[in-house]
């Protein structure tokens, strides 16, 4: 399956800044139902022109007992649809939240835009996209008998900025093909309003996209509407605010942080330390640029639950190959651990005896030595802002110490001096004026040539 997007904006290729993929060279990542493939067929300073193919196998989607003929045999492999969307999410993931470090005034620019879908279910297609600024041309795909087909090949040019565009498709997408290949949850609620933030809830159509788009179970479709409700009558930048901080747990934010800290270094491969259930391992195998990741764990009980979890007995065998389960200390050198971009050790320091913090640190940033290491704990001088954890209580009974800002960095600052590491500190979560943030990240990158300390 096929979608273009082509823009006239001068520069024109200023396109490739936003989605973070170079013109000149061909791109592929692997999803859970194939091959995405991202190039240019034109990139130039009048017209430039992004493709976006996903090679569908369509064995690995319907692998597994009870399949019948009529299931390999169908459209899947061709039609615009969930598929597809989750590969658009997951290649343009920067585009598509709005950021650009090289362009912002750009990606906050609405921009001439024109988007290509050959093959797509056309019958909602100007009810749903024309509200939003859209034009549509639709040319049905004719039948064998000279009818034309529920299909036709469209093309929806407009103005608006790429970050809107992009929203638009990964909701109506799905909508317009009325079915998704994978199991609709709770998520997906959370993922229809953040997606849908800023034009879903004045859509003339709203109660029909929420219905199709969660593909008609009453309770999830009673919640979006009801939580898109509550929001109708603020002021646009409440509205912002009720759709994105307060129903984006703390967990969350923690994973989306620590994905976009790998993506702006560029970390293919990625160790997750003390991966614990696999919430880590689930956010970074629904993204194809990491093509090897690694989740270890001290102990055996964590990683079965974390291949249940994952099902990974029902892992295609491209999706497998790139996850590896290992129990191991991170207290004891393993050389296993060597060779990959990035590490992660997220909410694990403070889970450590103060006295084995110096074997860990010999383990990461000696023995495995990545370019890159993320560091997530908590910020003990937040907590008194939960109203339900009393005074003096570490957030989690496990946790054997929790650092205020300045031990966290001095404890960071120490091990980057002694390791050949520079680092940064980042906050996440809301940020309190005296207190800070919730989650303190520190983000270690290697030294070119650097020396280490005995």
Known sequence: MLLTLTTTHRPATDLSHLLHKHPDRAQSFTTSSGTAHVFYPRADEEECTVALVLEVDPVALVRGPGSTLTQYVNDRPYVAGSLLTVALGSVFRTALNGRSKSRPEVAATPLPLTVRVPVLPHRLVERLFTPLGWTAHITPLPLGDGDDSRYADVTLTGT????????????????????????????????????????????????????????RRRPLVQSALSRLADVEEVEPEELDNALVEPKISLAVQRREAILDQLEQVGARSVLDLGCGGGALLRALL???????????????????????????????????????????????ADPELKGYDAAVLME???????????????????????????????????????????????????????????????????????????????????????????????????????????
């Open 160 to 215: 608006l900025t790429l970050s809107e565009a992009l929203k638009h498709l990964y909701v109506l997408l799905p909508v317009l093909d009325g079915d998704k290949h994978y199991w609709v949850s709770e998520d997906e609620v959370d993922k229809l309003l953040r997606a849908g933030e800023g034009w879903l809830g004045t859509h003339p159509d709203r109660e029909l996209i929420t219905t199709r788009y969660l593909m």
């Open 286 to 332: 629904e993204h194809p640029e990491f093509t090897r990741i690694q989740g270890v764990d001290v102990s055996s009980s964590a990683l079965a639950t974390a291949e249940r979890r994952l099902h990974v007995d029902r892992m295609s065998d491209r999706q497998r190959a790139r996850l590896t389960l290992r129990q191991s200390s991170l207290t004891y």
């Open 348 to 454: 694990v320091v403070e889970h450590l005896d103060p006295d084995r913090l110096p074997a860990l640190e010999h383990s990461v940033f000696v023995v495995a030595r990545p370019r890159t290491v993320l560091v997530t704990t908590p910020n003990v001088e937040y907590n008194a802002l939960f109203e339900t954890l009393p005074e003096g209580r570490h957030r989690h009974s496990d946790h054997r110490f929790e650092w205020t800002r300045a031990e966290f960095e001095d404890w960071t600052d120490g091990v980057a001096r002694r390791r050949g590491y520079t680092v940064r500190h980042l906050p996440i979560g809301p940020v309190d004026a005296e207190r800070g943030a919730p989650t303190q990240l520190a983000a270690f990158t290697l030294v070119e040539h650097s020396s280490v300390e005995d």
